[in-house]
Antibody, heavy 118, light 107 residues
Framework: QVQLVESGGGVVQPGRSLRLSCAAS????????FHWVRQAPGKGLEWVAV????????FYADSVKGRFTISRDNSKNTVYLEMNNLRADDTSVYYC???????????WGQGALVTVSS | EIVLTQSPATLSLSPGERATLSCRAS??????LMWYQQKPGQAPRLLIY???IRATGIPARFSGSGSGTDFTLTISSLEPEDFAVYYC?????????FGGGTKVEIK
């Protein structure tokens, strides 16, 4: 069965970095693009970034552009989100999602909580 | 950036009643509109994509309609497990955006 498992969340000080991982299983990883979507505590959903199935294209929300980098390792069936210069307003649950049609999220991981606090 | 406005913010209904949720886009998104359901402590689940296509395994009581700027998610007869928050999302251009959500609560 399809599984997306995020890891790497935690508490980090403002200005520091963190890398999230999303391990995929149960399907052909190289056939899909992936997104990161986040949700601040008690708030709605915010799209963060996307990477194409072959890594050829990446897009970012303005709020993270220049600070976050999405990447993938097809040999490990894993997607990453490198987050630099973290701010308090980056505090959220970060979900990894599978893309079935450029912007349609058909499968979601359970989420990884990132808390940015001094 | 396309802004999606959902209404109402909260819908109070009883099981068995019909729910009608609205999503309005600040500019046309054609039919590139999705609906997700989120229950407390869980990840969202895809219900409808491209305005009216039910995702795999979604019951027939969920239906979507609309195009351009005005969209509707209808739940024909609410089941106890349908009380949740519903989000719309477009994929017309970058950045992708979500609406603020509609909470369907038990009256």
């Amino acid at each position: 069965q399809v599984q997306l498992v995020e890891s790497g969340g935690g508490v980090v000080q403002p200005g520091r970095s963190l890398r999230l991982s999303c391990a995929a299983s149960g399907f052909s990883f190289t056939g899909y693009g992936f997104h990161w979507v986040r949700q601040a505590p008690g708030k709605g959903l915010e799209w963060v970034a996307v990477i194409w199935y072959d890594g050829s294209n990446k897009f970012y929300a303005d709020s993270v552009k220049g600070r976050f980098t999405i990447s993938r390792d097809n040999s490990k069936n894993t997607v990453y989100l490198e987050m630099n210069n973290l701010r308090a307003d980056d505090t959220s649950v970060y979900y990894c999602t599978r893309d079935i049609a450029v912007g349609v999220f058909d499968w979601w991981g359970q989420g990884a909580l990132v808390t940015v606090s001094s | 950036e396309i802004v999606l406005t959902q209404s109402p913010a909260t819908l109070s209904l009883s099981p068995g009643e019909r729910a009608t949720l609205s999503c309005r886009a600040s500019q046309s998104v054609s039919s590139s509109l999705m609906w997700y359901q989120q229950k407390p402590g869980q990840a969202p689940r895809l219900l409808i994509y491209d305005a009216s296509i039910r995702a795999t395994g979604i019951p027939a009581r969920f239906s979507g309609s609309g195009s351009g700027t005005d969209f509707t998610l209808t739940i024909s007869s609410l089941e106890p497990e349908d009380f949740a928050v519903y989000y719309c999302q477009h994929r017309s251009n970058w950045p992708l955006t979500f609406g603020g959500g509609t909470k369907v609560e038990i009256k």
